[in-house]
């Protein structure tokens, strides 16, 4: 497929030709708005744009940013968006329909599995963590630099990442955020501290991996597989396997384990556990550690669904914090549920509205629920004076 980028003047920039795996890339000079188009008469054979009008999406781009352009595309025989064959019901809007709540199941387990962490860390602490899409972004970067540089398998390198990651997030609270702890810093002094860390780390990882979109070695492109009305790839089967497989995990650790009960009195309360017996700087340093491997754990699975960036991570923060407050504030499984919610109601919301615009969708839901329900879904409601 051919695609020609323009300046907002209609003076060209330049073009590409896709890939195999549908990817392009295209160089700009500075930093402003683009016209990009697709040549819809190089589309394969049996393909179409979703939106025939949308050929040609004028974009923002920053300085020293990449910028993601996505023509979504469909079966030549399906209608067009906004029509719905066979009188409002046809069989080409359901089977789309199927294949968003698909996609929606798919970008809620990763949502959650980032928003566990932030959850835990939340109800043991109090701090409302902004750089935890951060640590999605270090997550997929280290399995990187393993797969890609020193040449493992991504099997290989997926694990020896996620260790080192659970090593970070332990020393970050052992010498970070516990000595900020011990000197009696404020929470809002420390959310306010969380900001500047995330804006630390993105430059880091920009400076180290630079601006451009990269990916693994493996599990690029795969051929779909025909589920029914739903096509999906092996890869995305097996991430939702593993993604099921660790919440699960993590909800009946919470439940039956000694280190679980223990978080859970620490997230009721710090002041009655300590007083029991219980360790509450350790308690809290091993959450940071499991928080931070599962956040690592949703970047690299998220990593194999799009390519690598240094601001992956901040693109997905939003609706991470999207569920935990649908959810409810402090809750291991309300962030579960409400990540869940969210991610379908994104991916669904692309049926009425642009795709460029589905985060807004998560926001709207979260203002209705949170409107009837303040504390959330499976939040507890408690007086406060």
Not at 352 to 378: C, D, F, H, N, S
Request: include cysteine; hydrophobic fraction near 50%; proline fraction near 3%.
């Amino acid at each position: 497929m051919k695609i020609t980028v323009a300046t907002d003047a209609d003076a060209p920039v330049g073009e590409a030709t896709t890939g195999r795996d549908g990817t392009w890339k295209v160089a700009v000079d500075k930093a402003g708005s683009y016209k990009v188009t697709l040549d819809q008469a190089t589309l394969p054979a049996g393909k179409a744009l979703r939106d025939p009008n949308r050929g040609t999406l004028t974009v923002q781009v920053f300085e020293g940013n990449a910028r993601n352009v996505l023509f979504g595309l469909v079966d030549a025989n399906a209608p067009p968006q906004g029509q719905q064959g066979d009188g409002g019901g046809g069989s080409s809007y359901w089977t789309r329909v199927a294949q968003l709540v698909f996609e929606g199941l798919n970008l809620g387990l990763i949502i959650a599995l980032g928003a566990v962490g932030l959850s835990l860390i939340f109800g043991t602490t109090g701090l409302t963590n902004f750089a935890h899409g951060e640590l999605l972004t270090i997550g997929a970067f280290l399995a990187f630099f393993f797969n890609t540089v020193l040449g493992l398998h991504l099997l290989i390198a997926a694990p020896i990442a996620l260790v080192i990651a659970a090593g970070l997030g332990w020393g970050q609270d052992r010498f970070f955020w516990g000595q900020l702890r011990r000197r009696k810093t404020g929470l809002i002094s420390m959310m306010i501290i969380s900001i500047g860390l995330a804006l630390f780390l993105r430059a880091l990882l920009l400076f180290l991996f630079g601006g451009g979109g990269e990916s693994y070695d493996q599990y690029v492109a795969q051929a779909g597989i025909q589920i029914g009305p739903i096509s999906a790839t092996p890869k995305s089967l097996v991430a939702m396997g593993i993604e099921i497989v660790v919440l699960i995990a993590v909800g009946l650790a919470l439940t039956y384990t000694r280190l679980g009960k223990a978080t859970r009195a620490v997230a009721d309360n710090p002041a009655l556990a300590s007083s029991s017996g219980i360790n509450v700087d350790r308690v809290i340093r091993l959450v940071w550690a499991s928080g931070t491997c599962i956040a690592a754990l949703a970047g690299i699975l998220l990593g194999t669904t799009q390519n690598l960036n240094f601001q992956m991570g901040q693109q997905v923060l939003l609706l991470m914090f999207a569920g935990v407050t649908l959810g409810g504030l402090g809750t291991a499984f309300g962030a579960l549920v409400g990540s869940l919610v969210v991610g379908m109601f994104v991916q669904v919301s692309t049926l009425w509205i642009p795709p460029e615009m589905k985060t807004i969708g998560a926001l709207v839901v979260l203002i209705i629920v949170l409107m009837v329900r303040p504390q959330g879904i499976l939040g507890r409601r408690e007086r406060i004076g």
